[in-house]
T-cell receptor, first 114, second 113 residues
Framework: AQKITQTQPGMFVQEKEAVTLDCTYD???????LFWYKQPSSGEMIFLIY??????QNATEGRYSLNFQKARKSANLVISASQLGDSAMYFC???????????FGTGTRLLVSP | DAGITQSPRYKITETGRQVTLMCHQT?????MFWYRQDLGHGLRLIYY???????DKGEVPDGYVVSRSKTENFPLTLESATRSQTSVYFC????????????FGPGTRLTVL
């Protein structure tokens, strides 16, 4: 069975600093996709970034980058130059091959302080 | 561009009652999903649908029923609500294979008393 583990229940960072949110995954399938979603206090789920298992380069989207280490089965989210608006829950998720459904981790709550 | 909508946004019901949560998307996406979000569990898949009239169970399907007679609608019914079904329910959709982003609705907060 596929599994996503986020070991950091909460993280604190000062504005303008970088922060890394950890995510490890477990799968025996060679083909999979990894996602990060942001959930602000308003509750909606916002897609941030995607990494395919066969992608050679780490995914980047603006201030977000995904540090993909396949051998370690880790897909950490790096947020550069944190902003107050980055305070939210962050979920790592994995897509099963051949399907579109996602398996989510338990999330990390990020607080950005001025 | 309405996207994906859920109704109601908030619902309070009593144990044993039937409740239906609605989900509607305007993109004609093939795949639709229902997740529930509970503290300490993240989001867990209840049911999903690959197309109209095709549905399948997810991780936590017990106590729920779905149907999909039209591509754009994917209602979730709690046949006899229990307190353990108090949760936030998210509907999501995606175009299908080779498309990476799942689009989520705003969520329905359901309380079962």
């Amino acid at each position: 069975a596929q599994k996503i583990t986020q070991t950091q229940p909460g993280m604190f960072v000062q504005e303008k600093e970088a922060v890394t949110l950890d995510c490890t995954y477990d799968t025996s399938d060679p083909s999979y996709g990894l996602f990060w979603y942001k959930q602000p206090s308003s509750g909606e789920m916002i897609f941030l970034i995607y990494q395919g298992s066969y992608d050679q380069q780490n995914a980047t989207e603006g201030r977000y980058s995904l540090n993909f280490q396949k051998a370690r089965k880790s897909a950490n989210l790096v947020i550069s130059a944190s902003q107050l608006g980055d305070s939210a829950m962050y979920f790592c998720a994995m897509r099963e091959p051949g399907f579109q459904k996602l398996v989510f981790g338990t999330g990390t709550r990020l607080l950005v302080s001025p | 561009d309405a996207g994906i909508t859920q109704s109601p946004r908030y619902k309070i019901t009593e144990t044993g009652r039937q409740v239906t949560l609605m989900c509607h998307q305007t993109w004609s996406h093939s795949y639709m999903f229902w997740y529930r979000q509970d503290l300490g569990h993240g989001l867990r898949l209840i049911y999903y649908s690959a197309a109209a009239d095709i549905t399948d169970k997810g991780e936590v399907p017990d106590g729920y029923v779905v149907s999909r007679s039209k591509t754009e609608n994917f209602p979730l019914t709690l046949e006899s609500a229990t307190r353990s079904q108090t949760s936030v329910y998210f509907c999501a959709s995606t175009r299908g294979a080779d498309y990476n982003e799942q689009f989520f609705g705003p969520g329905t907060r359901l309380t079962v008393l």
